[in-house]
């Protein structure tokens, strides 16, 4: 679905089934495998923060299960902003609020320097 270090497409929205948020990178742990972030359910999102960002997505997201997702595309996001200052408003303080959250996330999933 989507895959680490790739350039950011949209915003997902599940509408049936599970995926996996995984982390790839060296020396993740002993077996060098992934590493599971989260798993994500029908009505959550993935992608917002590469779109906010304008970064490269961070992590991969897998299908754990048979999986329906909406697509948002990056460009029809930015129109909808570009037109509705309250949708924008309402956007821009989730990602403060999300990346203040960053380093405690990081510190759990371990990746903290």
Not at 36 to 44: I, S
């Amino acid at each position: 679905m989507v895959r680490q270090n790739r350039p950011f497409s949209g915003i997902y929205v599940i509408v049936k089934g599970e995926v996996r948020v995984e982390l790839d990178f060296e020396g993740a742990n002993d077996c060098g495998a992934p590493v599971e972030l989260a798993r994500l359910r029908r009505g959550d999102i993935f992608g917002e923060v590469s779109f906010v960002d304008n970064e490269p997505t961070s992590a991969s997201v897998i299908a754990g299960t048979d999986a329906e997702i909406l697509v948002i595309d990056v460009d029809v996001i930015q129109s909808l902003l570009l037109g509705d200052p309250t949708l924008r408003a309402s956007v821009f303080p989730f990602h403060r609020d999300y990346s203040c959250q960053a380093p405690a996330r990081d510190q759990s999933a371990g990746l903290a320097g």
